[in-house]
C-alpha cells in the first residue's frame, strides 16, 4: 500500500506531533519492515520507535512505545518510579531484548543486532547510568581511556597502552568537566558527583552517536546535578549528538530537553515540548491528586541559576560604580 505522505510532516525541533503521527509511524514501520531506509517521505528521520513491548511474565513493563525523532534531540523520559524508563533504554541499548517491536536507527534495525554488530551499536549508543560503573582502583583518566574499550584491540586495553592522542582527548574531556586536576587519582578517591562527571567523560569518549542517561543526577547535589546535565546538553549542541534521558525531575526536564516524553505503567502518555508540560500534564504522568506538588520533583538547578545570575548583577553593579 502506497501511504501519501503527510502535509505537516515534522516540527521545527524535528519530531511528529501531528494527528498523523501514528500514520506516519506505521507508514515507517511497514517500509522497514521490508528492508527499505527510513527516508520514506524524501524527510529522514533518524529514530523510529515502533511498538515497543517489554514483557517479564505476564506484566509489560513498557507497553506498545511509539515515536519518531527527524533529528537529533535532546529528549527526557519522565514517570515515576516503575513507569518503564530504564527498561526502555536498556531495549534500545540492547540490554534487554525487547519482547515485540522495532527500532530503527539511521536504517539501523536495532533489535536484531547480533555479536559484533550489538557491541558495536553498544558503542555507538552510550549509556551512563545513575551507579557510574567505574573501576574504583583504576585512576580517572584510565576509566575515561575504557571508553575506547570497543573500538582498540584486546591487547592495547590488556596492557593500558593508549596513544598520546587519545590521552590528551580524555584530559581535555575532563577539564571540559572541571576536573582534569583529579586525572592522575584513584576513582573511589572522588565524591559521587565528582565520579558521575567521569563516567560522562567516559561516554564522550566513545564519541557516540546517541548517548543514553538513566536518571544521571538522581544522587547529585544540584551543583554537580547542573554539572552533569549541562555536558550532554553542549554535546548535544556543538556536535548535534542526540541524548535522551531518564529524568526523575520535572525542571530539569523543563529546562534542558527540547522534548519532553512522558510514561505511565509502560505505556507513553505524554509526547511534546517543555511549554506542553504544564503541571495539569504532569500530575496526569504521574498519576496523582489535585495537591501534586512540583516541589516534590524538582532539583535547586534554576536556584543555582538564579543566584549565579543575582551574583553577576551585583559583580556588574560594583564594576559600573568603580
Ligand atoms: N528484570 C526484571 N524482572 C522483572 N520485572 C522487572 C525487571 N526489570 C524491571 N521490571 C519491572 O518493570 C517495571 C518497569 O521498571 P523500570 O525499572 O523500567 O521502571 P522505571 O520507570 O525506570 O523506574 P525507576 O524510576 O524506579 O527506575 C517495574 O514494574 C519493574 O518492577
Redesign the pocket.
Known sequence: MKIPPPKRHTSQIGFTRDAQASQILNAYIAQAAQGEDTNTFGVYVALVVGQVTKK??R?A??DNASFTVAKPAMIGII??????????LRMMNRLTDASSGRILFKGRDILQLDGSARRAWQSDCTMIFQQFNLVPRMDVCSNVLHGLLNKRSTLSTLFNTYPTEDIHRAVDILDRLGIADQAAKRTEALSGGQQQRVAIARALMQDAEIILAD?PIASLDPMNAQIVMDAPRRIHEKDGRMVIA?L?TLDTARRYCDRVIG?RD?RIVFDGTPEQLTTGVARDIYGAKADFSEEATSTEIGAIARYKAAEQLIREAEAEAG
Do not use: D, L, Q
Open positions: 517479564f511474565g506484566k513493563a513498557v514517570g515515576r518510579s516503575g513507569a518503564g524508563k530504564s527498561t526502555f536518571e531518564n526523575h510514561m509502560g
